[in-house]
């Protein structure tokens, strides 16, 4: 876990009527809100302050009274400071802010401010904010707001600047250092040695994108090589100005109209599915099977585009024709302009249509981020990431939250790469594939898919989270037309928009050509699409063929509320009505989470593969005993493995044989294309 320490700072005071106090007490508590900690003390405390050894930034907040004296609370301090056998460096590693209270009515105006101010640069000391003079005589407010309102800003710059003085100074002298880019609080100490340094450095760092903790800021780096740079490109001026109208090739895709689109989901649901019908009766190459997918073709956001544009300082030659050739002494081995960069096409267009500018970074590609990167703690936290002992890091930072190069360039902001960089390392734009969640012969010209919205959170390095590129794109495209269930469509929805897609069969993923044989559909969430497809083709065939023989039929669906996300509910329990589907079995993961205590829930499955367990027996009686098929389709991370385990047990225990031989079934199941898997993650 990383640490959660804020930065500190010191606020030292020295009152004789309350005012500098109660200011003083005013930092203090609003540091927090600055995500800061505040020390404060009272001058002659001097028992809870060590200046001598301090690392933070210290706020001074004193009066004077009299005829210039200091007050009582400050008395002593003031002496300690005035001896003179203290040596020109004594405060040289303090850095200081100082606000002197007075009234012009009396002699010697702020003089307690001013004696300590002369005295903390004689010794050394280095300011980081402005002094300020507060006249009581025309009100202190004056000047104290202002002061205070710059203040925190100031503070955040001191500790960010004391953090990298104090790297570069321990980096000189061998020493470790943590690299906190913002707040760190570390001491520009002369100290001699770093042992004397060690207690200089109170703030534990939280780790993030842009700062490591120890051991990784301590360790030596094994750092990959620099990628060979191997093109060359260029921008060129045009008089005409393209419109961005569509993908590459788009004479190859089909334009299709979406005809409708539905929510499937509550609002209160965990995410937001939804169906879109697409018209593709113009489009006989579009015919589809149950169990085939097709692709869609979604541009990047146009303000991520315009970012980076501006990112890389190129938001004027946005129209710019880029031409891209090979570098004549690249030592790439290989190397090859990316067939999916197009000549001649503009950069918006390129950024728009051909570059996966979202994809994470990999490791290549901070290294040689590295090169064009100024600030060296910026450039020590990319080395880190991309090298073998950050590799926890980066998988942590980097990969896990699916950071993008434009997130990676705002946390980085003196790393200024160079255009041709980005197109050596940004991958191509993928076309996105869903499932077919619908059968030409129950929807003549139409067809059917279902997706989730993908929620992208926020993480060190991205503020806010953000949607999948092709599902929010989709989104965004299609509100305010989404028509809910349960209410009526309106005649005078919004006009839908079109979309590019193209078909992508899949000859094995299909329902057994022989109506007869025995099937097991295994789809939680919107893994369910296909088997909708599967269904609806099959009651149709069953309409048609009342006589012929039709094996039994088992669908697994999982979801996480019954009456939120419960997706064609409807639908598949008049599969069942038909007798189409023969068994529904339904778990739902997070309805008795909630009354977890009640007999009944406690015995509910939880998910798909807990009901196959339940079932186990008729699932070795399809499979192995009357060559039948099953079917998983969704989340391949979590989800499809689970399943293959627990088929894997069920095989053992209804079998009785050990792990090897019930994988050696499994494996026959495949080979013999009645263990299916369409799974995705
Ligand atoms: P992207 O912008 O591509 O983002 C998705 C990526 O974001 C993930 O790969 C992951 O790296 C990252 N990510 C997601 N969640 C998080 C998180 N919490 N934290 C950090 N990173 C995260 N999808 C459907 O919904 N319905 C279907 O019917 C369907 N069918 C498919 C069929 C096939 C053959 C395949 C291969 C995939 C199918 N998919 C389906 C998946 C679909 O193609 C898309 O991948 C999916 O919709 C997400 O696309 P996106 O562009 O919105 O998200
Ligand atoms: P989901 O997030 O996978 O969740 C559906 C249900 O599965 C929830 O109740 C969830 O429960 C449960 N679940 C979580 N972990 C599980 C596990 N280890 N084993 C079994 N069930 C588990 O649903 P979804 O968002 O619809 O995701 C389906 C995924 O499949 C998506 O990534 C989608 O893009 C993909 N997909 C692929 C294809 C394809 O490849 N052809 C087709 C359609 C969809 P909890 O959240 O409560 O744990």
């Not at 005078?492 to 057994?512: D, E, G, M, Q, T």
């Not at 009354?595 to 509910?604: K, M, N, R, Y």
């Amino acid at each position: 876990m990383p640490c959660e320490v804020k930065p500190r700072f010191v606020v030292l005071y020295g009152s004789q009527k309350g005012q500098a106090q109660s200011i003083a007490e005013g930092i203090a508590e609003e540091a927090e809100a600055y995500g800061l900690v505040a020390d404060l003390s009272c001058l002659n405390e001097n028992e809870k302050y060590n200046l001598e050894k301090e690392s933070a930034p210290v706020v001074f907040v004193v009066s004077t009274t009299g005829d210039g004296e200091p007050p009582d609370n400050a008395f002593q301090f003031v002496k300690s400071i005035k001896r003179k056998t203290l040596s020109t460096d004594h405060y040289k590693h303090l850095c200081y802010a100082l606000l002197a209270l007075g009234d012009t009515n009396y002699a010697n105006f702020c003089n307690c401010g001013k004696t300590i101010e002369r005295r903390l640069q004689e010794l050394g000391a280095k300011q980081f904010y402005a002094t300020g003079y507060a006249d009581d005589g025309v009100g202190l407010e004056l000047v104290v707001d202002p002061w205070l309102k710059g203040l925190w800003k100031a503070i955040k710059e001191s500790l960010s600047k004391m953090a990298s003085d104090g790297n570069a100074y321990l980096k000189k002298i061998g020493a470790s250092v943590p690299t906190d880019s913002k707040f760190a609080s570390v001491a520009s100490s002369s100290a001699s040695a770093v042992s004397d340094l060690k207690p200089a450095f109170p703030v534990a760092l939280a780790a993030s994108l842009t700062c490591s903790v120890p051991p990784l800021c301590e360790s030596s780096l094994n750092v990959p090589a620099l990628p060979p740079a191997y093109l060359d490109v260029s921008l060129q001026e045009v008089d005409t100005v393209e419109e961005i109208v569509g993908p590459l090739h788009k004479e190859t895709l089909h334009h299709v109209q979406i005809s409708k689109a539905v929510q499937l989901t509550r609002g209160d649901a965990v995410k937001t599915a939804l169906l879109l019908e697409l018209d593709i009766s113009a489009y006989p190459t579009m015919a589809y099977q149950p169990g085939d997918s097709f692709d869609v073709f979604c541009p990047n956001r146009a303000a991520e585009v315009d970012h980076l544009l501006h990112r890389l300082g190129l938001q004027n030659q946005r129209n710019h024709h880029v031409t891209i050739s090979l570098k004549k002494d690249t030592k790439k081995k290989g190397a090859q302009v990316p067939s999916y960069i197009p000549q001649d096409v503009s950069l918006l267009f390129l950024l728009t249509w051909c570059l996966e500018i979202r994809s994470v970074p990999k490791k290549a590609f901070l290294r040689a981020l590295v090169e064009h990167t100024r600030d060296s703690t910026q450039r020590r936290r990319l080395q880190e990431l991309c090298s073998k002992q950050g590799a926890a890091d980066y998988n942590l930072y980097v990969r896990d939250p699916s950071l993008s190069v434009l997130e990676l360039l705002t946390a980085f902001p003196s790393c200024s790469p160079p255009l041709t960089l980005l197109i050596e390392h940004l991958p191509k734009l993928q076309s996105r594939p869903y499932s077919a969640a619908s059968s030409h012969l129950r929807h003549p010209g139409k067809l059917h898919f279902v997706f989730n919205v993908v929620e992208i959170p926020a993480c060190s390095g991205r503020p806010a989270g953000r949607r999948g590129l092709c599902t929010g794109w989709l989104f965004d495209l299609i509100n305010p037309g989404v028509v809910f269930p349960g209410k009526a469509e309106s005649s005078s929805s919004p006009a839908l928009p079109k979309i590019h897609v193209s078909l992508r069969p899949n000859s094995s993923f299909r329902p057994p050509p022989d109506p007869s044989v025995p099937f097991i559909m295994v789809g939680p969430g919107t893994g369910v699409a296909p088997f909708i497809g599967f269904l609806q083709q099959r009651e149709e065939e069953r309409q048609k063929n009342p006589k012929a023989v039709f094996g039994e039929t088992w669908l697994f669906f999982g979801c996480r509320h019954r009456e939120r996300d419960y997706l064609f509910r409807e639908e598949l329990e008049g599969f069942v009505s038909s007798g189409t589907l023969s068994h529904l079995k339904v778990c739902f993961s997070r309805d008795h989470r909630e009354d977890e205590d009640t007999t009944t829930s406690a015995a509910c499955p939880r998910y798909v593969q807990h009901n196959l367990l339940l079932n186990s027996q008729h699932v070795t009686d399809i499979l192995l005993r009357q060559n039948g098929c099953l079917y998983v389709c969704g989340d391949a991370k979590n989800m499809a493995k689970d399943v293959n385990e627990t088929l894997m047990e069920i095989i053992k225990t209804e079998l009785q044989v050990d792990q090897l031989e019930a994988m050696k079934r499994l494996a026959g199941l495949r080979e013999e294309k009645r263990y299916l898997q369409d799974i995705w993650g």
